[in-house]
């Protein structure tokens, strides 16, 4: 790490990806709450009237779904443990192929028809996405749907929304991935062709105006290339 990584990363962003996507995904919820008028993260009220949705894209392997989705989940119920913390699939193909191995999934509007029949009255949509793209837009579109359902019902920002997110994110791989001096760290996205897709761009940038040493960022859709 060169001198002026080590003058930029002045935080410990924790020791894997996971636990900062998830850390990240708690910082993120509380922005979306505090957006709204009411005092919404109230740990006083029943279990049964407050819940977090994770919304993820999907994914057709079982071992992603047990390393990352799933363990997302679980590390959101240990930090609200007075609020039903649900899970949903946006993607109806990959949902349909778990179904198919036995493994029970909801769709995210299937979620929410679900903990409104349970009287659920406070509902955090958080969704696990990378970048603000189209699918995210398609989840904002769908709370509008169901905004009047609910007394409350917010939608939380995905993993890269800002260029402090980035930041972070940068810190983060430089610290947990030191590279001696013929290796180098390769980042991989999938990219967008939606107009969200540039914050790519925008992270490639600053990663060397940040100082960081072989370390490239690339993606199978879109630029940087």
């Known amino acids: 790490m060169s001198e002026k990584e080590g ?64 363990a997302i989940e679980r590390e959101t119920r240990a930090a609200y ?7 949903a699939f946006a993607n109806k193909i990959l949902l349909q192929i778990l179904q198919q191995r036995g493994i029970p999934l909801q769709l995210a509007p299937e979620a929410l028809d679900a903990l409104k029949d349970e009287g659920c009255r406070r509902i955090i949509i958080q969704p696990t996405y990378v970048v603000r793209g189209g699918e995210y837009e398609k989840l904002q579109s769908l709370a509008e749907q169901y905004r009047r359902q609910f007394v409350q019902l917010v939608v939380g920002r995905p993993l890269l929304f800002s260029t402090e997110d980035i930041q972070e994110i940068c810190c ?41 040493e072989r370390i490239f960022l690339g993606v199978t859709e879109g630029s940087p290339d």
């Open 7 to 70: 003058t930029v990363c002045k935080q410990n962003f924790g020791s894997s990806l996971k636990g900062l996507i998830f850390s990240s995904i708690l910082i993120k919820m509380k922005e979306a709450a505090e957006e709204g008028r009411e005092i919404f993260m109230n740990k006083e009220a029943p279990m049964a009237e407050q819940a977090i949705l994770l919304v993820h894209f999907g994914t057709s392997r079982i071992d992603a779904l047990k390393k990352a989705l799933w």
């Open 81 to 87: 443990p007075d609020w039903e913390v649900r899970g």
């Open 172 to 212: 983060f791989c430089a610290g947990k991935f030191p590279r001696k001096v013929e290796e180098a760290l390769v980042l991989m996205g999938h990219g967008a062709s939606h107009s969200a897709g540039t914050i790519y761009e925008t992270m490639s940038s600053l990663i060397s105006e940040m100082g960081f």
